[in-house]
């Protein structure tokens, strides 16, 4: 079966810290992978998205990057992070399913910068 | 560019029928999807529209007009349980999902 993972739960760090949240996928090859963002009560920003081992697409300029060293691992990194990084990061993949692709969600990481 | 509207937010009791909208505007229109979110947890797929009309899946159902780049997710028999954002999305090909900025739905009793 196809599964998602995605750690830590929940991550307090402080500002100027680094970060890296990994994201692993079972059950399919060549997914397509997605970084998102949402932050408090709002809705879900795309940050990066991937089709392939090193290939990464960015959605908008931040202070975070993306890397895909492995056909089914997607990690999300910043070397230091800024107050406003704080929200709750979703990894995803496209899941095809009879037609049409389904965004397949991981728990979610929820992360603090204090 | 792509872009979803939804209200924000909406109010029910339970046992009523509610219908969240969805107005998009987008390039290479693939079909609209649905995904509902509890508060704290992921959001989990709800429903596809690929082609116009009405899809049901027991106490949820999606429409979709492409004409009018406009559909809807209706939920039936409401219960406290279905309290939870719900977000329509456009699946763009080969890549993308573009996210509606959700609503939020609050069931009372």
């Known amino acids: 079966s196809q599964t998602i993972h995605q750690w830590p739960a929940t991550l307090v760090q402080p500002v100027g810290s680094p970060l890296s949240l990994e994201c692993t996928v079972e059950g399919t090859s060549n997914p397509n992978l997605y970084w998102y963002r949402q932050a408090a009560g709002r809705g879900l920003q795309l940050l990066f998205y991937s089709v392939g081992i090193g290939q990464i697409s960015s959605e908008v300029p931040q202070n975070l990057s993306a890397s895909r060293p492995q056909d089914r691992q997607f990690i999300l990194s910043s070397k230091k992070l800024l107050l406003s990084d704080s929200g709750f990061y979703l990894c995803?993949?496209?899941?095809?399913?009879?037609?049409?692709?389904?965004?397949?969600f991981g728990q979610g990481t929820r992360l603090t910068v204090v | 560019g792509q872009s979803l509207e939804q209200p924000s937010e909406v109010t029910a009791v339970e046992g009523a029928i509610v219908q969240i909208n969805c107005t998009y505007q987008t390039s290479g229109f693939y079909g609209l999807s649905w995904y509902q979110q509890h508060d704290g947890g992921a959001p989990t797929f709800l429903s596809y529209n690929g082609l116009d009309g009405l899809e049901e899946t027991g106490r949820f159902s999606s429409f979709l007009s492409r004409s009018d780049s406009y559909g809807y997710l209706l939920l039936q028999e409401l219960q406290m349980k279905d309290s939870a954002s719900y977000f329509c999305a456009v699946p763009l090909y080969g890549q993308n999902f573009v996210f509606g900025p959700g609503t939020r739905l609050s069931v009372l009793p």
């Open positions: 995803a993949w496209g899941l095809r399913l009879g037609g049409h692709t389904e965004a397949f």
